[in-house]
């Protein structure tokens, strides 16, 4: 066994980088390609990937309708859309891609580190098969985007002694914080390298000026956004956040620590996500830092950027585990780094047994998880069980998108639902307010004037178009509020139920009542 893995290494370090890379890339992709066009949706897509269609049929997020993050993300995936077309697979297709040249970049950067392009194919495939990452990367979320540009911006630092490299940098962390406002947490790890890697006034200072002229560059736009309407920006990056929930001071901390406590698998777990970050992760990286500590050498960048990240995961309220996929590639390189210098440092062959057992062990656990994301649905935002599994399976939100285009009339194509993610392929139009599924909650919290201003639609609002028969199709499926009470006030404006598929029921309006 050890002759045989020495043999890989060997061959790994020996063989050309590009036939490496290749082969790697292929890995990649038969993981995070079948899980994009296979994993169950997520809630939050739909309100992502119809956003990114508006924007590319020219509305403006925060002004036209609204929508609760940073900017880049629809623009990014509605100019892809405009090329494939507006798709489901396309999108998915593109964050499999991002995913795949993260992995890349990862491997190219503990390679660098570990002094052995074996380390650096190593971290690529652990970040492969680590249920945090091919369970939330490929999907259309504020995931994959930031976490790739801020990776970037760490490697152009660490691996670069261009003239430029600091204005890279800052231009990659602005991106990544158009993408998601709490990325620019981790701002204080590039100016702490930068105050401790420069010991001379003046060249610290011009370091630091290039950093913040690519960090302004590409907040620009940001600016923009903010001057169009102050208030309307606010609200919808910043102030609805805040209206979200309604915990007290004692829920608010409790649900805080659920997510950490989820990931150490205190009290309960999250299918092999507790089980990896136990095995591997954490040990590795606390490990990692203690050395640090005792040795008295500072901490790695990759290490203050994931720390930064993890506090700033905390900052949403409520905290979901998904949040700390985008620390896992940087604790992935500080883990297999620590390894690296480990079997340097002890020369026992049992050491390096283990460390190849435990690997093995970490992607074995795997397919759990790849179960319980494409079929189970047990735990997954949105399903839960696997009894609503089939509702966010997306051949069922495909078909359902169909039975609306069918019902619609050229001349009325509003139609209305409680989920936008229906509407991304149809020719249908959402009903102006309820692009997002959380608008009519969020309504329930601000003032009438608020309401129209913000663009959301309330529940009054709702009952409004039911009565005055504004639109001919309603869909009462994912993201759904009380049932009951929506086919009751259905029928009673004179809507039937026309078609049920899976649980998802599509009701119309019959011919001889529609205007």
Known sequence: ????????????????????????????????????????????????????????????????????????????????????????????????LLSIALGLLVCRQTAHLAGARAWGVLAAVLLTFTSLAFGWYPLIKTFVLPTLLLFAAYLVVSSHSTRWKWVACGFLLGL?????????????????????????????LMKLAGFTIGLVIALLPTELFFLIGPETFIFNVVGSQVIRTEYTAV???????????????????????????????????????????????????????????ILASFI?????????????????????????????????????????????????????????????????????????????QLPTIRAVGQAIDRELRPNRPFAISFWPGYFVETKAAILPGTENHYAPVFAQRVSASEIARFKLMSYPGLLWHFQHHSVDVIVVGNSAPDWAWLREHLVQNGYTLKERIAKTEIYTLPVTARP
């Open 316 to 392: 949403p309220t409520p905290v979901y585990t998904q949040y700390f996929c985008m620390p896992l590639p940087f604790l992935m390189v500080n883990a297999v780094v620590f390894c690296a210098s480990l079997t340097r440092d002890v020369s026992a062959p049992q050491l390096r047994h283990f460390l190849a057992s435990l690997a093995t062990l970490y992607v074995s656990l795997s397919p759990y998880d790849f179960y319980r994301y494409t079929v189970g649905g047990e735990q997954i935002p949105g399903s839960f069980v696997h009894a609503d599994a089939v509702n966010w």
């Open 176 to 204: 990544a914080v158009a993408c998601r406002l709490y990325v620019i947490a981790v701002t204080p790890a590039f100016l702490l390298e930068i105050y401790l890697t420069e010991k001379a006034p003046k060249p610290r």
């Open 1 to 96: 066994y050890n002759g045989w893995c020495c043999h890989v290494i060997t061959r790994i370090n020996q063989a050309h980088p590009a036939v490496v890379y290749g082969l790697l890339a292929v890995l990649m992709a038969a993981v995070f390609v079948p899980m994009s066009l296979f994993r169950l949706v997520d809630g939050d897509e739909g309100t992502y990937l119809l956003v990114s269609r508006l924007v590319a049929e020219g509305q403006l997020p925060y002004h036209d309708f609204y929508y609760p993050q940073m900017f880049l993300l629809p623009y990014v995936y509605g100019a892809w859309m405009k090329l494939v077309g507006y798709s489901w697979y396309g999108a998915r297709v593109l964050s499999a």
């Open 251 to 309: 829920s608010w901390w409790h649900q805080k620590i659920a997510a950490p406590m989820t990931l150490l698998a205190i009290k309960s777990g999250e299918g092999v996500v507790s089980s990896q970050f136990l095995l591997f992760l954490f040990p590795l990286n606390l490990g990692s830092w203690i050395s640090s500590a005792v040795s008295r050498e500072r901490l790695t960048l990759a290490s203050s950027i994931a720390i930064l990240l």
